[in-house]
């Protein structure tokens, strides 16, 4: 599929000129449309451990683009779109496989009690939204008094934004780790209560196994969808107890959600308190056969959680994918005017003797959340690293097979790898970013970019 932009024919004809454009091409493939590769300067050596003999030698200056090149690896569709989207496939494989079996967890696990719930966050004073109800779900007027269209860019933003709780609202954000926290200990202390265990006895017939990710609402809020499943206590390989049902696990999630709060915080007079909002859906996962009014099925639950692997503020705010150095720097983003008295709340809370560890500052950029976006416990499935090596091995295998032979032992078992790479530098030519393009193939005819 050639590049959409046009080619810069001087660089072309540069790169052309060095005669080595076949070989810069299947470097460049080798990236899979990542536009700002990490380049590396170094070699790298295999030798044969029990005779010594160099096996194959790689230095980055023969190399056709001059460097190793890296794929970045950003999971911001904003930053790369390619890589995230090998991000969001991975998502997708490891909530999958926590749900109806695979890489490595059992198909058992199927039938399990699981439900797909979302936290929200509460109100911070009333905001521009479109209230849905009646047949056809009509829109009904905001109490702006406006029947704002889904593209509104008043939507999220206060009605008033001079007594919009802004403090509240990055604080929030800041702590919404921490209260996910708590939920998961209350969660298993309903759960053990509504057994009629101890807190120590439940772990030893039971485990909670949860997949959540973080998404920003239009306000600015995060708030979080979980798959959240009962098992037995080895976690997805053990079947879970007879009094494991998805109705206990929901009423459980009710139970711990009302209860969890962190430690209050005291700042300037005035007393925070972190909780989640009132609207909390909790919805059991059916098989794919089920024909209930709203089918949640396991292919569409992991869909919904990978797509939001790779959105951050800026799915909320327009352009604020990346740290803020200096608050002048507001002046030249193009987010709404919302987004930029969030961020200043961050700059100037965390700029406050109260909050001088927190590092507020820092995550400006995030509306003051500093949690990880995709997260799992350690028994619901696969983890993202295992699909990248089983990725990585396999991308390996054709060019170990071509150096060595189809019966060479295996690397880690006879083959010393040394090398050394230095950083030098980030992103491509023009040239090679049109190249890149060129070769990046169209979407939804790509192949399955993860074979574990």
Request: charged share 20%.
């Amino acid at each position: 599929m050639p590049a959409t932009t046009p080619p810069p024919v001087a660089d072309l004809q540069a790169l052309a000129s060095l005669g080595t454009m076949p070989a810069l091409m299947r470097q460049l493939a080798g990236l899979a449309g990542c536009t700002r590769p990490i380049r590396l300067d170094g070699w790298r050596t295999e030798v044969h451990a029990p005779t010594g003999e160099v096996l194959h030698h790689l230095e980055s200056s023969k190399l056709p683009a001059g460097h190793l090149l890296v794929r970045c690896g950003n999971r911001r569709a904003t930053r790369c779109a390619s890589c995230a989207e090998t991000y969001r496939r991975d998502t997708y494989h490891l909530i999958t496989a926590g749900l109806i079996g695979g890489k490595g967890v059992p198909a058992t696990v199927a039938a399990h009690p699981r439900v797909f719930a979302t936290f929200t966050a509460p109100s911070f004073g009333p905001v521009h939204n479109r209230p849905t109800g009646g047949p056809g779900r009509t829109v009904h007027p905001c109490r702006c008094g406006i029947a704002h269209g889904e593209d509104d860019p008043l939507l999220g933003t206060p009605i008033d934004p001079d007594t919009y709780d802004y403090r509240g609202a990055v604080l929030w954000n800041f702590h919404s780790g921490a209260l996910w926290a708590r939920f998961t200990i209350h969660l298993r202390r309903e759960l053990a209560k509504r057994a009629g265990l101890t807190q120590r006895d439940f772990k030893e017939h039971a485990r909670v196994s949860f997949g959540k990710v973080a998404e920003y609402q239009r306000r600015g809020l995060v708030h979080f969808h979980a798959v959240i499943r009962l098992d037995g206590p080895e976690g997805g390989n053990t079947p879970p107890p007879p009094w494991a049902t998805a109705e206990l696990l929901a009423d459980a999630i009710r139970a711990a959600a009302a209860r969890a709060c962190p430690p209050a915080l005291l700042h300037d007079g005035r007393t925070y308190e972190f909780r989640f909002g009132r609207q909390l859906d909790i919805r059991t996962i059916r098989s794919a056969d089920f024909d209930g009014p709203a089918p949640i099925t396991e292919r569409a639950v992991a869909a919904y959680i990978a797509k939001y692997a790779t959105k951050g503020a800026e799915t909320a705010t327009g352009a604020l994918d990346r740290p803020i150095r200096f608050l002048a720097e507001l002046a030249h983003l193009d987010i709404t005017d919302h987004a930029r008295r969030m961020v200043r709340t961050c700059w100037e809370l965390g700029g406050h003797r109260d909050f001088a560890d927190s590092r507020l500052r820092a995550w400006a950029h995030m509306l003051g959340f500093r949690g990880h976006f995709s997260t799992k416990t350690r028994r619901y499935s696969t983890t993202l690293g295992a699909l990248r090596d089983a990725r990585a091995a396999w991308r390996r295998a054709p060019a170990a097979e071509l150096r060595h032979g189809p019966d060479a032992p295996a690397d880690d078992e006879s083959t010393l790898v040394l090398a050394h790479w230095v950083f030098a530098g980030v992103g491509l030519s023009p040239g090679e970013t049109w190249l890149t393009q060129a070769l990046t193939p169209a979407p939804g005819t790509e192949g399955e970019p993860t074979r574990a």
